[in-house]
């Protein structure tokens, strides 16, 4: 009989980080062999890949939709929940309740504190940090606390989640619009759900690169309906093997504090990274404190000098130092716990 896992990941109706990062672990979880049942449980208009795996559809981010998780946890009865960013007590409880094992991924710091309740301590089995920031540095003092205090999970900390760069269908892709590796930018600067200086992100960077004063096109990834400058190319979304082939070929990458960049920097790829949420900037600061990464504020007036500097630099220092952080991608490894914990 096979056994089941239950992905659980913030999402909204259009997707989302979250979801992605667990898309790349359940691909990744398959790749690795052994029966399992896979199953999601997303936000009913996000693109999800149904050719791939079964999704229960919810009304709304699992944070937002408790009835319907509680419900599906105990349909499905998984050996298995993995939440990513959203923890409630409720669905923790129905997990528990059906049997399923538990474990927690987190990245910023408001949904880490969420795997470091107390009141969580007998229902949490694992929780997986996503902090390359820290560079192998001691974690904080509230959260070595929140571990003392929840000795009964089992936390470990990681880097990166991606699939391995899929260079022949990211050549392939250039090569339908005239390019080249290395002949291209690529911005890439993620969610439309907020908005800074102003704009949403596509529109920011579309004004703020509009002057640009290069013989490179720049390419964007799901620019959706907004208008771009003449001469620049967008992109559908695609999936993140062939992402990482544009990342890693671009001479440059415009992007967030989010997880684009840690992917990029573990490919040694050069970034200029906006931080263009609250909880971006620290990571942003850890990252070009070793010169590892351009940076500038998240204004549309910063961001266009800092983009025709980098345009007109020799990056190639920019490339080693990336690689010299040692980021890892964790992908495997993580996918590699799931499958002890099912053996358990």
Same mark, same amino acid.
């Given at each position: 009989m096979p056994r089941r896992v239950l992905f659980i990941p913030v999402s909204g109706g259009r997707g989302g980080g979250e979801l992605q990062r667990s898309l790349i672990l359940a691909r990744t979880l398959r790749a690795q062999g052994g029966d399992t049942d896979i199953r999601f449980l997303a936000h009913a208009q996000a693109p999800f890949p149904c050719?791939?795996?079964? @999704?229960?559809? $919810?009304?709304?981010?699992?944070?937002?939709?408790?009835?319907? /998780?509680?419900?599906?946890?105990?349909?499905?009865?998984?050996?298995?929940?993995?939440?990513?960013?959203?923890?409630?007590?409720?669905?923790l409880r129905a997990a528990r309740a059906a049997g399923s094992r538990t474990a927690y991924l987190s990245v910023r710091p408001n949904s880490r504190w969420r795997g470091l309740d107390p009141r969580k301590r007998t229902l949490l089995d694992a929780h997986w940090i996503l902090a390359p920031?820290?560079?192998?540095?001691?974690?904080?003092?509230p959260e070595r606390l929140g @571990?003392?205090? $929840?000795?009964?999970?089992?936390?470990?900390?990681?880097?990166? /989640?991606?699939e391995a760069p899929d260079t022949a269908a990211a050549s392939r892709l250039l090569a339908e619009h005239g390019l080249a590796p290395g002949r291209y930018m690529l911005a890439c600067p993620g969610g439309a759900g907020y908005t800074v200086d102003g704009l949403a992100p596509v529109p920011l960077l579309a004004e703020a690169g509009s002057a640009l004063r290069t013989t490179l096109p720049v390419l964007v990834v799901d620019p959706g309906d907004h208008a771009l400058p003449a001469g620049w190319i967008?992109?559908?979304?695609?999936?993140?093997?062939?992402l990482m082939g544009l990342v890693e070929g671009a001479r440059l990458n415009v992007v967030n504090g989010g997880g684009t960049l840690v992917q990029a920097l573990t490919l040694g790829a050069p970034c200029l990274a906006i931080p263009m949420q609250e909880e971006q900037a620290q990571r942003i600061a850890a990252f070009a404190a070793r010169d590892a990464v351009l940076t500038c504020a998240a204004e549309r007036t910063a961001i266009a000098t800092a983009w025709q500097d980098a345009a007109d630099a020799d990056l190639d220092g920019l490339r080693g130092r990336a690689r010299a952080l040692g980021l890892r991608n964790d992908a495997s490894t993580i996918a590699q716990r799931i499958q002890a914990m099912l053996a358990r």
């Open positions: 050719e791939e795996f079964q @999704r229960t559809p $919810l009304p709304g981010s699992p944070t937002r939709s408790e009835p319907e /998780v509680i419900a599906a946890i105990a349909d499905f009865a998984p050996d298995l929940c993995v939440f990513d960013s959203t923890l409630r007590m409720s669905a920031e820290r560079l192998g540095a001691a974690p904080p003092w @571990r003392w205090l $929840l000795r009964r999970t089992r936390f470990e900390y990681f880097n990166a /989640v991606f967008g992109l559908p979304r695609m999936p993140n093997r062939i």
